[in-house]
């Protein structure tokens, strides 16, 4: 039962270009959303958020979209540079229930 | 410096084995994790303390047993290890059990058990 489903596992973008990376949830009830990124052995990093209140949060490069009709949130990096080149976790929070669901992540990898 | 902490890194042991996993952090976080990314890449969480409290315990097998001294360790004992057990552990924190903190993840242990 994937309530947060990221269903590209990976992504190959150009240095400059505009990167995307796609989320969908199933939970109406979810009221909070994270991206992260992880590079190879280390921890997830927060990188934005967004509440359900609003549709788009940006942050420098980074902007997040949520539509919330559609179930779908996205991730824009702009522009993109090989240091981006990581996997990015979608995550979800639902107040009443305390836990974060993770989607299975989306490898970016931007060439230079 | 380092925020959230976890040892050992990697865990090497064999089935039936009893083993720990330690994770500290030194945020001043109210709020501690352990999540579990198996070979599909999910993170899943197992269980979540809030001010030494368990605030989330998740469908996992009795052999797993969180333990929190105090706020800032959360600890994990895995009893009668078993081969599926093997995955990377990470710990994480956040300021408290609100979604919109962002958590802290310590680098993770990789556990395998042959």
């Known amino acids: 039962d994937q309530q947060v489903k990221q269903n590209s596992p990976s992504l190959s973008v150009q240095e400059g270009r505009i990167s995307i990376l796609n989320c969908d949830y199933t939970n109406s009830m979810f009221d909070y959303f994270l991206w992260y990124k992880k590079y190879p052995a280390e921890g997830p990093t927060f990188l934005i958020s967004?509440?359900?209140?609003?549709d788009k949060n940006e942050d420098g490069r980074f902007t997040v979209f949520l539509n919330k009709s559609a179930k779908h949130l996205s991730l824009h990096i702009v522009p993109s540079q090989p240091g981006d080149s990581a996997v990015y976790f979608c995550a979800a929070f639902n107040t009443g229930g305390f836990k974060t669901i993770f989607g299975a992540g989306t490898r970016l990898f931007v060439k230079a | 410096d380092t925020a959230v902490s976890q040892t050992p890194k990697y865990l090497v042991t064999q089935m039936g084995n009893d083993k720990s996993i330690k994770c500290e952090q030194n945020?001043?976080?109210?709020?501690m994790y352990w999540y579990k990314q198996d070979s599909k890449k999910f993170l899943k969480i197992m269980f979540s303390y809030n001010n030494k409290e368990l605030i989330i315990n998740e469908t996992v097998p009795n052999r797993f047993s969180p333990k929190s001294p105090d706020k800032a360790h959360l600890n994990l004992h895995i009893n009668s290890l078993e081969l599926g057990d093997s995955a990377v552990y990470f710990c994480?924190?956040?300021?408290?059990?609100?979604?919109?903190?962002?958590?802290?993840f310590g680098p993770g242990t990789r556990l395998t058990v042959t």
């Open positions: 967004i509440s359900s209140i609003k």
């Open positions: 994480a924190s956040s300021r408290d059990r609100g979604g919109n903190y962002e958590q802290y």
């Open positions: 945020l001043g976080h109210d709020t």
